[in-house]
């Protein structure tokens, strides 16, 4: 596809094509579903033996009830108009797809091999890919009036099923103020001034306010979170956690090194078979030597990344330190862990929530010195707790 032709196709899409209203959520339970549903059910399937529902010649497999939540997820928002409907579309989409997924090794293999060593690397990958998304979905911000006209259609039928709140009155009176005001979209000014009239007090039934249980719970971990993850605090957990993890990967590089050396026979001695154990490696090929040297290629770059980032915190240098810290942790979680799932699915996952937490405390630190304004040139930062 030439590039002219894109560009000529993404502009049309995105004059017809509008993010729904709080999409980045729907995506959010959606991933929250995916990531439970495939590690819940190895870890379920690992500890229960693998049993089988059926008998015989009939197996009843897991992927069928991931279809048929898949089913339900797509049939419900065609059914039910109402918006409350498409939280659960998403949770039940995200179970869905993780319980069809995760069953990839026996649609990939003559043989259907749920244990085929490429599954895990299928399903990191495709949720990888979602975050990605979830990403895009996020940044992404209604503008122009036909966006504007259409998140306001959403907010009216929320009036409709329980009222406004006078903070939703607010945004939909702005939503609609912006699209009156587009001079672009001419043909739309009419309709979004006679909309705009439904906005003046005592048109929409109004509501109070009144936060959920989860509202609430997020509310109360954020307010945990601004009076104890203070700057300087964060600060020293990262330089702690960063250190850390850099020189794990450095000692599994050495392992991998000290290992490939020692298997140019065909064996290894008891030192190394434990660093064999401890790196998860099992060359069988040349495929498996490929991804050994892709793999500790990887391992020094991030290593190397992690441990420079460390010695900027520590000199002060915030900016700095957390972008090469945000690129390190970024590449292990979708290069690295993508070989690590290949040899060691539980190990690799381990590895994943574990940088994943590091990395959203980066960007919580990034966040706070962004607010302060931090000097990058090389000078101790004043952050206290």
């Not at 959920?212 to 009076?227: C, I, K, P, S």
């Not at 994943?356 to 010195?369: E, G, M, P």
Request: with cysteine; proline share 3%; net charge positive.
């Amino acid at each position: 596809m030439s590039f002219p032709f894109r560009r000529l196709l993404r502009r049309r899409l995105s004059r017809r094509l509008v993010a729904r209203l709080a999409a980045e959520r729907y995506m959010l339970l959606m991933l929250i579903g995916f990531a439970a549903s495939v590690l819940g059910t190895r870890a379920f399937l690992a500890l229960t033996g693998y049993p089988q529902v059926g008998g015989g010649t009939l197996h009843i497999s897991h992927a069928l009830w991931g279809g048929l939540l898949l089913f339900l997820a797509a049939l419900i928002p065609l059914l039910v108009v109402n918006r409350v409907v498409l939280i659960w579309a998403a949770l039940l989409a995200g179970i869905g797809a993780g319980l069809f997924v995760d069953e990839v090794g026996k649609f990939i293999t003559a043989d259907n091999d749920y244990f085929f060593p490429a599954a895990a690397p299928i399903a990191y990958a495709l949720f990888l890919l979602a975050v990605w998304l979830y990403a895009r979905v996020r940044g992404a911000r209604a503008r122009g009036a036909r966006a504007q006209l259409h998140v306001a259609l959403e907010l009216l039928g929320d009036a409709i099923d329980d009222g406004l709140s006078e903070r939703d009155r607010a945004q939909l009176r702005q939503r609609i103020g912006s699209a009156a005001a587009d001079p672009n979209h001419r043909h739309l000014q009419p309709l979004a001034a006679a909309m705009l009239g439904l906005t003046r007090p005592g048109v929409l039934p109004l509501r109070e306010h009144r936060p959920g249980q989860v509202a609430r719970l997020v509310a109360a971990v954020r307010a945990w979170m601004d009076r104890t993850l203070t700057q300087g605090r964060l600060r020293a957990g990262l330089v702690a956690a960063l250190g850390v993890l850099g020189l794990f990967i450095l000692s599994d590089l050495t392992a991998i090194v000290a290992v490939a050396v020692d298997l140019r026979d065909g064996t290894t001695g008891e030192v190394l078979s434990t660093a064999n154990e401890f790196t998860r490696i099992n060359i069988e090929d040349r495929r498996g030597v490929l991804l050994l040297l892709v793999r500790a290629l990887l391992d020094a770059c991030v290593g190397a990344a992690l441990i420079v980032a460390t010695g900027l915190l520590l000199r002060g240098v915030a900016r700095r330190a957390a972008r090469l810290a945000q690129a390190g942790l970024l590449t292990s979680l979708s290069a690295v862990n993508l070989l690590v799932f290949y040899l060691d699915q539980f190990a690799a996952a381990a590895s994943a929530l574990s940088q994943l937490a590091v990395l959203l405390a980066v960007q919580r630190y990034q966040r706070l010195c962004a607010a302060e304004q931090p000097s990058d040139r090389g000078v101790p930062e004043n952050a206290s707790d």
